[in-house]
């Protein structure tokens, strides 16, 4: 038979371990994180999900276009994200022109290299930019 001071030690001992256990659930925890190429599937919709929405939130009077991909890190939870790392350069096509445009040079020249953190449910064309950072390159 049970002493009557366990029942409320069994007691807390469940509830810390619920506590415990729902904290863990709400943690993201990546399932799988794994470098990707540039040429897989879903990367190339991001990329140009990810350059459009640059062009569009750009001050910049011309557009821009990925030069070279740097580095792609697929990150696996309930959802995927990619974290590319990226070079862009000014093209000669106004903002949000899209056909045939070759890089500026001379003084019109510039290129940067951006950071994306891109949530990503593919198979139902939904994107976000989670994070964004471009510096100068």
């Known amino acids: ?10 007691l807390l001992v469940v509830l810390v371990a619920l506590v415990a256990l729902s904290y863990q659930v709400r943690r993201k925890t990546f399932m799988s994180v794994q470098e990707v190429p540039a040429s897989e599937t879903y990367v190339i919709a991001t990329m140009q999900f990810v350059t459009n929405k640059f062009n569009r939130e750009s001050d910049d009077k011309y557009s821009f276009r990925i030069v070279r991909v740097l580095k792609i890190k697929k990150l696996i939870t309930d959802h995927m994200e990619y974290h590319m790392n990226l070079e862009m ?4 096509c106004q903002r949000l022109e899209t056909k045939n445009c070759t890089f500026q040079e001379g003084e019109l020249y510039k290129q940067i290299e951006c950071f994306f953190s891109v949530f990503v449910v593919p198979w139902f064309e939904k994107y976000k930019i989670l994070n964004k950072n471009c510096t100068n390159g």
């Not at 038979?1 to 069994?10: G, K």
């Not at 350069?89 to 000669?92: A, F, H």
């Open 1 to 10: 038979m049970a002493r009557p001071w366990q029942a409320p030690q069994l």
């Open 89 to 92: 350069r000014r093209t000669t």
